[in-house]
């Protein structure tokens, strides 16, 4: 399970990690990655995973006829295949993690553990302690871009656009046969705005430093507010028209021959300079959302203009999972570009970084070579939505989220006879988009999940313990459509 | 009056407040005669434009009639003072809190006018629009701003030399002025009020806005007011030169503790502003949070101007509005943004009278139909306000001044301005030799002969007006006048521009027509001119009696020795006036002897031995034994070899300076002794030009529309240069695409001994331009 609202209050620095639900498969864990930012690690490992699986064989034709007759015979047989896993949680438990991850890690002979982000040096000491594994440091800008690369060409509905208003969320783009180039704004305190050609071919093309570090440093000195998703609460409910200037507010209305409309912001905290009132909280910290992301905004379009680029990915911790952020990110960009380009978000975008790190120490067993699938038992969904929607899910961070890609056997490819791969859509129904249809299918999985079970247990009539591990798979199933019904991407 | 506003401002400023009396002489100068109206009401500046006719009297030359000429004197010609109109555009910047008193003042004074309609823009003008037209009975007519804006900053680009600069805070020289551009499209503009409006201007009525941004002074003085509980926009600037940004914003350093050498990134590059009041729990001072959102606000912008000039290929950037405007501060974190982003490969670029784009852009609107843009315009220096600040903290006098009244004047000029068509590269050209604003050194000395001078100036003009009593009175005010522009000048020698001998004996002559002193010269060149033309045909009889070779030598022995007679050097007009039998021969025995400080005479005489120039420009100096002895000979030589001449002398007076119109008379009587020069203005193979200017000193890229029209038609390939002010104050470096010849005589003993010579050292400079071979090598023979 995603750790939900049940366990996340129980939780504090001593707690007893759940080992199968959170490290998993650790003890056949073989090589690490750590990636810690300002406020949260995430940890990567490879892990070998021994797995049932169903075989046929044709029966020998020599021994046919004193067999009965049946066509083909089936076997259960045990294979190894690769895992990728990586969990993300709060820098609080840190320590915590690394005792648990020693006391369980059996079979490894690794002797590095690859590093980055930020507090990959400010935590070295402690890693290289309670591991006894050496950090090798990681360029951060090199694994970050490694881990886009990654997670853009192997997990379809990686990318999605944000729109507030629609009926769904989120709208996930399909996996485009060429990735590249295409440009990263990763907004972390301050903005790094990353041109990527090929795997290997990224520059840092520009940047700016009114950032998250910004909105949060401006935010806690306006407002008083000291965490940042407290400021973005704030924002949430504010009026940025009481603070801002607005072409209006100077002109009596529209400045038609120049194309500004009134509602226009003409200068941000404009009111403010001249004004002798108070401002609420709410709204200086929307008008100071408002002014870093359509700041944001422009200078990314301009930089995608000045380099001939249309995809425009945008990450980091001032867009990690906030909705509003996102929002008006996508609203700056639609405005700069008149629709042009699009603002588009990752869904995995708070591991790249140690997926970057990973792969640059896997680089031996050359993980690129193959195609890896997201696993969906083992890894957590999108967790947010706006803030006010389903504020449960807000406590939500202070626990533990997981992502787990299988390696395929097999590489995977376009067919070659698409007429339009890049618009390729293989299913018919979307049903995020649809909640008619959402409501039926989910309802009619649920349905069907007896059904499923007993066929389960059915299967495999030697074996005593499938009526257990079949409800095993009941609860996490019907779990997965629970989640899936509140959160439909 | 303002002057004294303007000085002594510590000292009225306090006293000013909105029941002033305003000194109507000094501020809205002769508004009597106003015709047309315009204002630009912004935040907290008014910025009012106005035309007006300006009567001032101007010396003009007549021959005698032939007729009569028994009964006059033995005078050559007669000189009379006429009244003259001219078209002048005055603008007064004031605060917000002084509209209504002006517009009473204004009501009050207003004769003359029958105007109906003031032009008004800004984003004020609705607000006043009401208080306008009840207080001046006039209909208010807004016109949109950036159109405004935009036209009145071509206006200053097209008109005013000097007008950008390049900001420089650890240089010499704080302000480096650029020179007029010969084409000034395209440029980008950036206007940053209270938010930002970036413009691409590509034509005198194509612009386009294509970009902006709501992060500008706005939000400067509205965050800034926030954090700091500070009101005032300026005291906001004042805590923000102070602070140290470096404990406010998270520094890359502080973020990989050292600098991110894969990406390029220095230690001490902002990776996030304000990033470290996002964690640190404690107090950040005012002066800190001012500093480091002032370097927010300005990289941002800077990095969106250079966005904008890479997406539209511009490479000049200008930088206006409130938030720039006087402000070192501001200007210099935009150039260090500027320079940061681009690596050097756009300028910041600002504007000296930037704060009057709008009043002008509505002004020109409003006048289209008189055609302002065909003239061409000049900055009045008597009538305006120099560019007032420096860093705050260097002078915090002058921050006194906002509160009074800044002025700006335009003096339509009679003919059209074009660039000298032989100049090499228009773009590079700058007249002046010495630029006394970034050398400390001359620039003191040069103030200080100014200075000296000016007493010998006064008594001149007095002398100049025997029959007029008040004559004394008006010297006097022009005394005063003068010399408080020196001293301005000494303190802020940016006011006007890059300050320069040119400019300083510019300033001294618009102070003089002010006060009706139009030419004060004119009688001592009349007597001058009357003797030398006595000599004329004895001169040019012992150089006809020369060898080819001997009176080649003499001829430009004659030029030199004729230049040694000048009122505008001090050395010389001490000599001449205790001794006016100074005499020709004398003046050439002065003579330094060769070779001279600068002396390529074996080349010019080589060259003389090729064939004729197909047509000299020659650039003529004094009157007298300068233009009679000196230099008609020389002409009379060049067009006896085949070549024609083109005479260049002032259009106006200044100093003892032939103007356009003595040198008419002189020739047509130096025409009736000597039949080549007869034959010359005949054949109209020797012509003379008026140069446009009415200085002492020689812009050639300021010049009469049709001397340089006769320049291109007539093929000019040979131009000559003469005297200290037009060879060697300016011109000196001056690269010309055809031969140049540069003669001039030293008569400042400290410009000699900059320049490496003495007092009377002889600078001869003949020119080729590079590959263009010396015609000599034809080899033709001579005659």
Not at chain 2, 181 to 202: A, H, M, R, T
Not at chain 2, 232 to 237: K, V, Y
Request: glycine fraction near 8%.
């Amino acid at each position: 399970m995603s750790l939900s609202s049940t366990s996340s209050h129980t939780m504090d620095k001593s707690i007893t990690l759940p080992p199968d639900e959170i490290f998993r498969n650790l003890e056949n864990a073989k090589r690490f990655a750590i990636d810690i930012g300002g406020s949260l690690t995430k940890l990567a490992y490879y892990s070998t995973v021994q797995h049932k699986v169903a075989k046929v064989r044709s029966f020998d034709h020599a021994t046919k006829v004193n067999r009965d007759d049946k066509l083909y015979e089936i076997s259960v047989q045990e294979e190894v295949t690769a895992r990728l896993h990586f969990i993300k949680f709060e820098n609080a438990y840190i320590e915590t993690c690394l005792d648990f991850i020693k006391d369980h890690l059996v079979n490894t002979d690794t002797k590095v553990i690859k590093a980055t982000g930020g507090g990959a040096h400010k935590f070295k000491e402690l890693i290289e302690r309670k591991l006894g594994l050496k950090v090798d440091k990681e360029d951060e800008m090199t694994c970050l871009i490694k881990g886009c690369n990654f997670v853009l060409r192997n997990i379809p509905h990686e990318a999605f656009v944000y729109a507030k208003h629609a009926d769904s969320e989120f709208r996930f783009q399909t996996t485009q046969p060429d990735i590249f180039p295409y440009l990263l704004v990763n907004i972390g305190s301050g903005v790094s705005i990353v041109k990527v050609e090929s795997e290997d071919k990224f520059e840092r093309i520009g940047g700016s430093s009114i950032g998250g570090g910004t909105f949060w440093g401006l935010g806690a000195l306006l407002t008083k507010t000291k965490r940042f998703d407290e400021l973005l609460q704030l924002a949430s409910k504010g009026q940025h028209t009481s603070v801002d200037m607005l072409v209006k507010d100077i002109y009596g209305g529209s400045y038609g021959s120049l194309g500004l409309t009134g509602d226009l912001i003409a200068s941000s905290f404009g009111k403010s300079a001249t004004a002798d009132k108070e401002f609420s909280k709410e709204d200086m910290a929307k008008s100071l959302l408002h002014m870093i992301s359509n700041d944001i905004g422009q200078l990314a379009c301009l930089y995608a203009k000045l380099h001939n680029l249309s995809r425009v990915y945008f990450g980091g911790f001032f867009i990690r999972g906030h909705p509003v952020t996102m929002h008006t990110i996508t609203y700056s960009i639609n405005f700069f570009t008149k629709g042009e380009v699009q603002a588009l978000f990752l869904r995995h975008e708070g591991y790249l970084g140690a997926i970057g790190a990973f792969l640059k120490g896997a680089e031996e067993d050359n993980p690129n070579q193959y195609s890896w699938g997201e696993n969906y038992a083992g890894s957590s969904g999108l967790m947010s939505v706006s803030p006010d929607m389903n504020p449960m899910q807000r406590a939500r961070s202070g626990t533990f989220d997981m992502l787990e890609m299988d390696r395929l056997e097999r590489q995977l490819v376009n067919l070659p006879l698409l007429q339009d791969p890049s618009s390729y859509i293989p299913d018919t129904m979307d049903l995020t988009e649809d909640a008619l249809a959402r409501e039926y299918w989910l309802y009619c999985f649920e349905e069907a999940l007896d059904g499923v079970v007993k066929r389960a247990v059915a299967s495999q009539p030697d074996m005593p313990e499938a009526a257990q591990r079949a409800e095993k798979f009941r609860q996490k199933y019907r779990h997965k459509l629970q989640t899936l019904r509140q959160q439909p991407l | 009056m303002a002057e004294c506003v303007r000085l002594d401002s510590s000292t009225s400023s306090h006293t000013m407040d909105k029941s002033i009396t305003l000194p109507p002489d000094e501020i809205f100068r002769n508004l009597e005669n106003a015709k047309r109206f315009a204002i630009d009401i912004g935040g907290s500046l008014t910025k009012l434009a106005y035309y007006s006719t300006v009567q001032h009297k101007v010396a003009k030359v007549r021959s005698f009639d032939h007729a009569t000429k028994e009964a006059a004197s033995d005078k050559l010609y007669e000189i009379s003072v006429q009244e003259e109109v001219t078209a002048r555009l005055h603008f007064i910047k004031f605060e917000n809190a002084y509209i209504e008193t002006c517009l009473d003042f204004i009501k009050d004074h207003l004769v003359n006018t029958d105007t109906k309609v003031i032009k008004a823009t800004g984003g004020g003008a609705h607000k006043f629009k009401e208080l306008i037209e009840r207080k001046l009975g006039l209909k208010v007519d807004k016109e949109d701003e950036m159109t405004c804006l935009i036209k009145g900053c071509n206006f200053v680009l097209r008109n005013i030399p000097h007008e950008a600069f390049v900001y420089a805070k650890h240089a010499d020289s704080e302000f480096r002025f650029q020179t007029t551009q010969p084409d000034i499209f395209p440029y980008l503009l950036v206007n940053i009020g209270s938010g930002v409006s970036i413009v691409k201007v590509e034509s005198e009525d194509k612009f386009e806005r294509i970009g902006g941004s709501s992060i500008g002074g706005g939000t400067f003085w509205g965050l800034g007011a926030l954090l700091t509980k500070t009101k005032r926009f300026d005291e906001l600037l004042q805590l923000a030169s102070k602070g140290q940004h470096t404990s406010v914003d998270m520094l890359v350093k502080d973020i990989y503790g050292g600098s991110y050498g894969s990406l390029g990134l220095t230690g001490d590059l902002i990776a996030s502003s304000f990033g470290k009041s996002a964690t640190a729990d404690k107090e950040f001072s005012k002066e800190d949070m001012a500093k480091s959102l002032l370097h927010m606000i300005s990289n941002d912008i800077g990095q969106l101007a250079c966005l904008y000039a890479k997406l539209h290929n511009l490479s000049r950037v200008y930088f206006g509005g409130f938030f720039i405007r006087g402000h070192p501060v501001t200007m210099h974190t935009i150039t260090y943004s500027i320079n940061f982003f681009t690596k050097g490969e756009v300028q910041a670029l600002f504007l000296r009278h930037e704060g009057y784009l709008g009043a002008i852009g509505a002004f020109l609107k409003g006048a289209e139909e008189d055609n302002p843009n065909q003239y061409s315009w000049g900055e009045n220096y008597a009538g305006s306000s120099g560019l007032m600040s420096v860093s705050p903290d260097m002078n915090p006098m002058q921050r006194a001044r906002s509160g009074t009244f800044d002025m700006l004047e335009m003096d339509r000029l009679e003919r059209q301005l074009v660039n000298l068509p032989l100049l090499q590269d228009p773009s590079s050209y700058i007249p002046d030799t010495m630029d006394l604003t970034e050398d400390a050194l001359a620039r003191e000395y040069w103030l200080y002969c100014f200075e000296e001078a000016l007493d010998g100036v006064v008594k001149r003009a007095v002398a100049s007006q025997p029959d007029m009593p008040e004559a004394a009175q008006r010297a006097e005010k022009f005394r005063q006048k003068y010399r408080h522009k020196l001293q301005t000048l000494r303190q802020q020698p940016f006011a006007y521009g890059s300050l320069t001998v040119r400019s300083l004996l510019d300033t001294r002559e618009h102070c003089l027509n002010e006060f009706n002193f139009p030419d004060p010269y004119s009688k001592i060149k009349q007597k001058e001119n009357d003797m030398a033309l006595k000599y004329y045909q004895k001169a040019v009889k012992s150089l006809e009696e020369l060898s080819w070779e001997q009176r080649q030598f003499a001829l430009v022995r004659g030029v030199l020795a004729g230049n040694v007679f000048d009122w505008g050097a001090k050395a010389v007009s001490d000599v001449l006036e205790s001794d006016p039998e100074f005499g020709f021969e004398e003046a050439k025995r002065q003579l330094e002897e060769r070779p001279w400080l600068v002396d390529s005479y074996d080349q010019w005489f080589e060259r003389l031995k090729g064939p004729p120039h197909k047509c000299a420009l020659f650039f003529v100096d004094n009157s007298g034994v300068d233009i009679i002895l000196g230099v008609m000979p020389f002409v009379r030589e060049l067009l006896s070899r085949g070549t024609e001449v083109v005479l260049a002398s002032n259009s106006g007076p200044a100093l003892n300076d032939v103007t356009n119109g003595e040198l008419q008379i002189l020739t047509e009587r130096i025409a009736a002794m000597d039949p080549v020069i007869q034959a010359g203005l005949r054949e109209d193979r020797l012509m003379l030009v008026q140069s446009g200017s009415s200085s002492p000193c020689l812009d050639l890229s300021r010049l009469d529309k049709v001397l340089a029209m006769v320049v291109r038609e007539r093929q000019t390939d040979l131009v000559i240069i003469e005297g200290m002010g037009r060879a060697i104050h300016t011109n000196y470096y001056a690269m010309l695409s055809c031969e140049s010849l540069k003669m001039a005589v030293i008569k400042n003993s400290w410009l000699a001994d900059r320049l490496g010579g003495k007092l009377f050292s002889v600078v001869f400079k003949y020119e080729v331009p590079a590959g263009k071979p010396s015609q000599h090598s034809a080899a033709l023979s001579p005659l």
